[in-house]
């Protein structure tokens, strides 16, 4: 059996994916009334609708249900990975974890991978990450991930239990690299939304897209990872996606702000807290990221669209 951590959108979706490549999947809510209405309806109304759980799927509040489950993906919340972790490590301990969050802890500057390294030491964690939206894994359309783990024999492992018809999974040795690379793209994504939304075009776009993936590599390898990585799936990948979709929920909450309009605050916009967390981390190692700082601040209602976009143009000309 295979426990998914997180009944949202995507957690859901994963579930589905494996159960109809003919593995036993556990899935864990949180909320208890939200695991009894998934059990009666045998859908997930409320995160992911118009789509039936397979007989392969059992639904629980309950993780000791899936004290069978080898392998546990934590498909929560960034900002709530931490508190997860900390109520549930003990029952946790001896299987394989696999985060399929994408951020950077706010008050820790940890992404997944460091999350579960310290909070549940002795695992090796790894991440499944990279371009996909709930919605296409769900409806059975072909999607391509990275598995990243250090330990080469899990990884290998996990790459065979976590492939299914429809997804196609690549495997990594690069954990820090994966989770950077999906990480810091929902920054840019919000920056990207923000130009299409205050009607700066398609080639501002471009621009953006390019100078936001220097902007990660920058990052990515100053803190130790490789730049294949993030020329992959979990990088350059995801920030195509991210960027060029309104099924992005970065690159929408971007739009408005571009527009000038207000956003749901009940969605979850894992980039709004990563760009913050950003700004810091490279602040402290003396890493140039003109772009997050901006999204950083326009989260933050600091400055404005045309501000921004002044700041950003006025800087000084330098080389690719």
Known sequence: MIAVMGAGAFGTALALAL???????????RDADHAAAMVASRSNDRRLPGVELPEGVTVSAKL??????????????????????GA??????????????????LATLEGPTGLIARTCPGLAPAILTGPSFAADIARGLPTALTLACA???????????????????YLSADPLGAELGGALKNVIAIAAGVVIGAGLGESAR???????????????LALGARAETLAG??????????????????????????????????VTVEG?????????????????????????????????????AEALLSRPLKKE
């Open 206 to 220: 471009a621009a953006l897209v390019t100078r936001g993936f220097a902007e990660m590599s920058r990052l990515a």
């Open 88 to 105: 549930h490590c003990a029952s946790l301990s001896g299987r394989a974890l696999v985060a399929c969050s994408k951020g950077i802890d």
């Open 151 to 169: 330990d080469a024999a899990l990884g290998a492992r996990l790459q065979g239990e976590l492939s299914a018809p429809t997804l196609r999974i």
């Open 272 to 308: 709004v807290a990563t760009a913050a967390a950003v700004s810091k981390l490279a602040a402290q190692r003396g890493v140039e990221m003109p772009l997050a700082d901006m999204v950083t601040a326009l989260c933050q209602h600091k400055i404005t669209v045309a501000e921004a």
């Open 64 to 85: 000791e249900d899936f004290a069978d489950a080898k392998t546990v993906l934590l498909a929560m919340p960034m900002q709530q990975m931490a508190g997860a972790l």
């Open 19 to 29: 159960a109809r490549g003919g593995q036993s999947v556990g899935l864990w809510a």
């Open 233 to 266: 799936l979990s990088g350059l990948g995801d920030l195509v996606l991210t960027c060029t979709s309104a099924q992005s929920r970065n690159f929408r909450l971007g739009q408005a702000l571009g527009r000038g309009e207000g956003f749901d605050p009940a």
